[in-house]
């Protein structure tokens, strides 16, 4: 037994023996190898330089700054007393350095097996550098290098479009050989979606040098791939002007090409992305953070809201294709509806009701229960899943970063999230935008180039990248042609004719516009309230959403502007005025004239009036 114990002890230690010797012999042989050629062979990789990012004519975006950096000999650290006075010259030199972050930086990174400096001032500005650069450059032990920092010219104006740049955290560090040596990256916008793009590829010297780190031999060379810009289809000028007319406003406005292409994407209020290049302040940060206005908010693609009346178009073509219900026939609006045994009112806008309407005129001036009524034929299940086709609560697929895909709700969503059934009053809220809806204005303004052309677009703000020329995507959406008639004079009819609800504001255009308003409640009100409180007398933060949704020209509609205002009230009184304003500067800037930008236009000529079809259905079926 005893010699049993002594051969399991001795070849568990040759067990021992074997897999540690295979470890040094094998497995490390690679680490060990690596860091022999780091002693007779040195790479430098040369950072390419960031693209720049322009506006459609040419304005600059995002630049870089040039200037340089700072870096220090490696193994200093040896000797404590000649790394400190290294330390005290450059902040002799720049007494805005800090010497203890600068003396931590290196000590951090300073290593036996580490032949590379060691960058101690990310960016000191070229007019700093030139006085002291004659006497730095003299210090061995000190490697000054050119150094780009980004810059946003227009600052706030572009920012939500745009985005910025920012230091590189050691998760993105590891996933990206690039950020990593240059230190930035995109974190949002435009400088985040095309970042790959943007930062180019690393170029590299690999050098033969001595054991002392002397250079003996360049062995190889490659140039760094960078310059790649950037053009956007934003029009800076109409982009600063939208933000002034918004100042003092906190909402999202939308104008696009019916190709798709955005010219202007507003956010307000906005933000300084200048702020975040090297390192947000925590007084900076502190104060976006708080602001209830959230101007750190992308709200056109990452602000989620109630549609309200916008969505009425869309209910409309639900039941169009919906096999248990007809848009054929009109509905009796008495001002209420009540569901099943229920006493509870859904109640319309109108207090007495709307009478007799028909789909134009469900439209023209905004009725619910023309829409409470379809709603309860088809179903939330059709109704969802027609509206999701039609690009709301669905992504559009912009070129923004973690755009947010909102909310049409069927069964199966209010189960999944609730673990509640769904209820007929849940369908007839949900068929005037409210209850669990929620969509992003940049899905409105698709929707609206949608109900404008019949093409699903996928907007985009990139014009060029790299020299090439981005492409339109457009997707031919099968609507009924009779409803898509009604719908496009129904939304004639609310800003051109009386009693629509954008007329006051947007009937004296040079051009002709269509539209629709819509007024997304942010409270409930209740049953016992009998005269509603006007949305002016309310506090601010129980008032409704507005929206108006427009394109222009009627006959051969080519832009699209979409105008969500929080806490605004109606969308007509509120946002009339704004888009109003932004067609007139669009106007006489030429863009309904000889418009040479315009990549591609969709033309919708109306026909004659397009009457129901014969025997589509019977009014028995409804009964």
């Known amino acids: 037994m005893r010699y049993k114990i002594v051969f399991a002890i001795f070849f568990f230690i040759w067990g021992i023996m074997i897999v540690r010797l295979y470890h040094i012999s094998v497995k490390s042989n690679y680490y060990y190898e690596k860091l022999a050629k780091e002693n007779i062979e040195r790479t430098l990789y040369i950072k390419p330089v960031r693209g720049e990012i322009t506006d459609t004519s040419g304005k600059l975006l995002a630049m870089n700054r040039i200037g340089f950096s700072i870096s220090l000999k490696p193994h200093l650290d040896s000797n404590p007393e000649k790394l400190e006075k290294i330390a005290d010259r450059l902040v002799d030199t720049f007494p805005d350095l800090n ?15 580490n032949h590379k400096h060691i960058k101690v001032v990310d960016f000191v500005q070229y007019k700093d550098m030139m006085g002291a650069y004659p006497q730095l450059a003299n210090i061995d032990e000190v490697l000054i290098e050119t150094q780009t920092k980004r810059y946003y010219p227009y600052s706030f104006y572009a920012a939500h479009v745009v985005g910025y740049t920012g230091r590189t955290n050691s998760k993105e560090a590891e996933e990206d050989e690039v950020a990593d040596e240059v230190g930035e990256i995109g974190k949002a916008g435009i400088e985040k979606y095309y970042n790959d793009l943007l930062q180019g590829e690393l170029g590299h010297i690999t050098n033969k040098v ?4 002397k250079e003996i031999e360049q062995l190889e060379y490659e140039k760094p791939v960078d310059n790649r810009n950037i053009e956007l289809t934003l029009d800076m000028d109409l982009q600063i002007m939208i933000h002034q007319r918004m100042k003092g406003i906190t909402g999202a406005i939308v104008v696009m090409r019916t190709s798709g292409e955005v010219i202007a994407a507003v956010s307000t209020p906005s933000y300084n992305p200048n702020l975040f290049v090297g390192g947000i302040s925590k007084d900076n940060w502190k104060t976006l953070q708080e602001d209830l206005a959230h101007p750190f908010t992308n709200k056109f693609v990452h602000g989620t809201y109630p549609p309200g009346s916008t969505i009425k178009m869309g209910v409309a073509i639900a039941a169009s294709q919906s096999p ?3 848009i054929y026939y009109p509905e009796t609006c008495r001002g209420f509806i009540t569901v099943g045994n229920s006493s509870h009112k859904f109640r319309c806008w109108k207090k007495h009701g709307h009478g007799k309407v028909d789909l134009r005129k469900s439209i023209r001036e905004s009725c619910d229960v023309y829409y409470y009524n379809k709603s309860l034929d088809m179903g939330i299940d059709t109704l969802s899943s027609s509206l999701n086709k039609l690009g709301l609560g669905v992504a559009t697929g912009i070129d923004l970063p973690r755009e947010y895909n909102g909310v049409i709700p069927d069964r199966a969503w209010k189960m999944k999230r609730y673990k509640k059934p769904w209820y007929m009053g849940e ?3 949900a068929a005037i935008g409210q209850g669990y809806d929620n969509v992003t204005p940049m899905q409105v303004a698709r929707y609206t180039a949608l109900l404008a052309t019949s093409y699903l677009v996928t907007p985009h703000f990139a014009k060029t990248l790299d020299g090439k020329k981005v492409k339109p995507e457009l997707k031919p959406v099968n609507i009924d042609p009779y409803a ?3 719908i496009r004079l129904g939304m004639y009819d609310v800003c051109n004719t ?8 947007m009937s004296e255009l040079p051009i002709i516009v269509a539209g629709k308003t819509g007024t997304s409640q942010v409270v409930s009100i209740g049953q016992d309230v009998k005269e509603r409180i006007k949305e002016e007398e309310m506090e601010y933060w129980k008032r409704s959403h507005a929206w108006l949704t427009t394109y222009a020209p009627y006959n051969n509609p080519r832009y699209v502007i979409t105008s969500l205002v929080e ?11 704004i888009v109003a304003d932004i067609y007139k500067w669009m106007y006489a800037k030429g863009y309904f004239g000889s418009d040479t930008n315009t990549t591609e236009t969709i033309h919708f000529v109306p026909k004659a009036k397009i009457k129901p079809p014969k025997n589509k259905l019977k009014m028995t079926d409804f009964l």
């Open 99 to 113: 010497k203890t972050v600068m003396l931590n930086v290196y000590k951090k990174q300073s290593s036996p097996y």
């Open 567 to 577: 806490h605004g009230g109606h969308g007509g009184s509120t946002n009339g005025p």
């Open 324 to 326: 248990k219900s007809s």
């Open 427 to 429: 369908t007839v809220i």
């Open 484 to 486: 898509l008639e009604q």
């Open 498 to 505: 009386n009693g629509g609800t954008a007329f006051k504001t």
């Open 210 to 213: 001595t054991a002392t780190n």
